[in-house]
């Protein structure tokens, strides 16, 4: 269950093909990246963006969460602002990534967990899985430090994240594959 989720969409006047009008974000969840689509609030001032409390306890800007949703269902504007908003979430979230990095084992005899990872192949896998023996890994400016050839970890794990959204992955590793039974 989320307990915050980052705004990416707001449309103060709803769906157009809503029959009842009420102002509706579309959001992606902190913690396990779920997509949700809620009520919002009268008086709440919303910005795409912008982190919000969902949990049980008292909501400041959301009234009622309508339910998941699945990557095809969010708006245009949604998508366009999901890369930046997953950079702000996996920035806040590094020492999770890192961790994951420190501990990513074999899927099977030929596959790693950090191959699932765009950019990484072979090499990459070998310098990782090197230098994290010697040491783990502090950060991703530690990382990037002591493998020069890796490009930006924030980005890996953002286009990684999103490719598990779009339903495009065979392996998930950071959120539960979408499915119309839990909505």
């Known amino acids: 269950m989320e307990e915050y989720a980052w705004i990416i969409e707001y449309l103060p006047q709803g769906r157009s093909a809503d029959v009842r009008k009420e102002p509706m974000v ?8 779920t997509l949700l689509e809620a009520t ?15 949990g049980k306890e008292q909501r400041t800007e959301v009234e009622r969460i309508k339910g998941k949703l699945a990557f095809p269902q969010l708006t245009g504007s949604a998508k366009d602002n999901l890369t930046v908003i997953l950079k702000s979430i996996v920035t806040e979230r590094e020492p999770d990534f890192v961790s994951f990095i420190n501990k990513a084992a074999p899927i099977s005899m030929r596959v790693h967990q950090l191959e699932l990872l765009p950019g990484v192949g072979k090499k990459h896998l070998e310098s990782l899985l090197g230098e994290r023996e010697k040491k783990p890994f502090e950060s991703f400016a530690d990382l990037r430090g002591r493998i020069h050839s890796i490009p930006d970890p924030a980005i890996l794990f ?18 539960q594959p979408f499915s119309m039974r839990s909505h």
């Open 26 to 33: 579309q959001m992606i969840g902190h913690q396990f990246f």
């Open 40 to 54: 919002v609030k009268p008086d709440a001032a919303i910005s795409i963006g912008q982190k919000v409390y969902i």
């Open 158 to 175: 953002v286009h990684r994240i999103l490719s598990e959204l779009e339903g495009k992955e065979k392996h998930y590793i950071f959120l």
